[in-house]
């Protein structure tokens, strides 16, 4: 396999964080990790119960673009109404980080996963971990 079309666990990691951080806010994975610290039990199920509000939530996140993915950060922000919807898209990327931790060494992440899909590889990446909430698919080793 090429690394030009395939990173390391550790790079998608990197990769992954980047993006997360750009659409939702490094605050967000913060607070989902005091969240599954401190109450995993019932963050979990909280997470569960959100389902297909989260799913939207995300899909919303991950397709703004521009200036106007800026906007709808700031607003989120400073929304209160968004902020259990900004945590669990926080808990998912560490329950899709945790899985994927899980995966052999010499494991591989696809940068794309579907041809002539126009969002940036590592949106893809993104949006393949926050809809699961698990490791995205791989090429293991």
């Known amino acids: ?9 550790p790079e998608a990691l990197a990769a992954a964080y980047q993006a997360f951080s750009t659409r939702f806010g490094q605050e967000a994975l913060a607070s989902a990790f005091e969240a599954l610290t401190m ?24 397709n703004v673009q521009g200036r106007e993915q800026v906007t709808w950060l700031s607003n ?6 968004q902020a259990p919807l900004l945590l669990h898209a ?3 990327w560490w329950m899709a980080r945790d899985d994927l931790l899980r995966k052999s060494p010499g ?17 893809q990446l993104l949006a393949q971990m926050l809809y699961r909430g698990a490791a995205p698919d791989t090429d293991d080793s």
Do not use: C, F
């Open 1 to 9: 396999m090429s690394k030009t079309t395939h990173w390391t666990i």
């Open 39 to 62: 109450k995993p039990e019932a963050t979990r199920l909280e997470n569960r119960r959100l389902g297909r509000t989260l799913d939207q939530y995300i899909g919303h996140a991950i």
């Open 76 to 81: 989120a922000l400073t929304d209160p109404s």
């Open 90 to 92: 926080g808990v998912r």
């Open 107 to 123: 494991t591989l992440v696809p940068k794309q996963y579907m041809e002539g899909l126009k969002d940036h590889v590592s949106l």
